[in-house]
Nanobody, 124 residues
Framework: QVQLVESGGGLVQAGGSLRLSCQASGRKFGSYGVGWFRQTPEKEREFVAAINWIGQSTDYAPSVKGRFTISRDNAKNTLYLQMNKLAPEDTAVYYC?????????????????WGQGTQVTVSS
């Protein structure tokens, strides 16, 4: 089992950048596929980015591709999301998640563990 804690959210102006972190505790973080999702009160939770267990493969939602970069440091048990060129529509609560399935997956139903979320607000 793994526990996940996100950090790095906040308020930023449009065009700015933020870096989210997700610290994992527990063993075998390096064996999990991990990803980022986001949710607003108006929308269901949506996929943002995912990375496989070793960090060789990544996938992004079309809306963030080219602006966001997902990465992981298994030695530090940490997942990252670098977000550049932020826009107001990126405003959401961002969640990190881990899947027992070591390869990357975009389906939220395939993630077994979730963090509590961190708020990202982008002002226009």
């Amino acid at each position: 089992q793994v526990q996940l804690v996100e950090s790095g959210g906040g308020l930023v102006q449009a065009g700015g950048s933020l870096r989210l972190s997700c610290q994992a505790s527990g063993r075998k973080f390096g064996s999990y596929g991990v990803g980022w999702f986001r949710q607003t009160p108006e929308k269901e939770r949506e996929f943002v980015a995912a990375i496989n267990w070793i960090g060789q493969s990544t996938d992004y939602a079309p809306s963030v591709k080219g602006r966001f970069t997902i990465s992981r440091d298994n030695a530090k048990n940490t997942l990252y999301l670098q977000m550049n060129k932020l826009a107001p529509e990126d405003t959401a609560v961002y969640y990190c998640a881990a899947s027992d399935f070591g390869d990357l997956t975009v389906q939220s139903t395939e993630y077994n563990y979730w963090g509590q979320g961190t708020q990202v607000t982008v002002s226009s």
